[in-house]
Structures are given as C-alpha cells and as structure tokens.
Nanobody, 127 residues
Framework: EVQLVESGGGLVQAGGSLRLSCAAS????????IGWFRQAPGKEREGVSC????????YYAGSVKGRFTISSDNAKNTVYLQMNNLKPEDTAVYFC????????????????????WGQGTQVTVSS
C-alpha cells in the first residue's frame, strides 16, 4: 500500500523557518517524482516544489524560489521541504504527492500529474 505521511508543520512567526518531511512507503522511492503542493482557504491547490526521480531535478514556484529548498534522502525514503523566511502568504495546508514510476527526469507541476497524496500538514505564519 502506498503511503505518504507529511510532518513538520506548525505555527511560526514571519521570517521564521520550518522543515516539512514527507515519508514514503509502498513503492520504489527512487523511481518516483515527489511534489509539494499547498492549499490556502478558499484557494486552489498550487504547486510549490518538486524533485524528479533519477536525476533529482528540482522545480520551485516563483513565489518560493530562494526561500524554499527541496531535498531527498533515499536511504530514508523521505523528501524534505526546508522553508526559510516564511511569510503570512505561505499559510496553507501543505501536501506531498508522488508520481511514478517515471524515469524521464522531468518534474511535474500540476496536481493532475500525481497519483498518490498525503493527508497534509498545516503551516501557519503569523505577521
């Protein structure tokens, strides 16, 4: 059974940092692209960052580039999202998602590209 479990969310002041984790199981981790998405109240779910399978190419949305860093630990089947200099507009539920198996080395930005989703973790940034 495929499982994605997010953790690391919480309440932080503007300018602070959080590190989200996405622990994966039930599939060959190295063969899957992992994406981070977020959804704020009343808004559509949007892509934040993703890391491709194989070459581990990385994508960042313009709104988080330079502040967020995605990384993976293949030994732990875990993808991390380090979020620095957080802003109130980063407040949302953050989800990780998996697509694969995929050997293209591409990254994928759309929610419809992904087959598996975690339950989400809340990030709240106070001003």
């Amino acid at each position: 059974e495929v499982q994605l479990v997010e953790s690391g969310g919480g309440l932080v002041q503007a300018g602070g940092s959080l590190r989200l984790s996405c622990a994966a199981s039930g599939f060959t981790f190295d063969d899957y692209t992992i994406g981070w998405f977020r959804q704020a109240p009343g808004k559509e779910r949007e892509g934040v960052s993703c890391i491709s399978s194989s070459d581990r190419n990385r994508y960042y949305a313009g709104s988080v580039k330079g502040r967020f860093t995605i990384s993976s630990d293949n030994a732990k089947n875990t993808v991390y999202l380090q979020m620095n200099n957080l802003k109130p507009e980063d407040t949302a539920v953050y989800f990780c998602a998996a697509k694969g198996p995929d050997y293209s080395g591409r990254y994928y930005k759309s929610t419809t590209d992904y087959q598996y989703w975690g339950q989400g973790t809340q990030v709240t940034v106070s001003s």
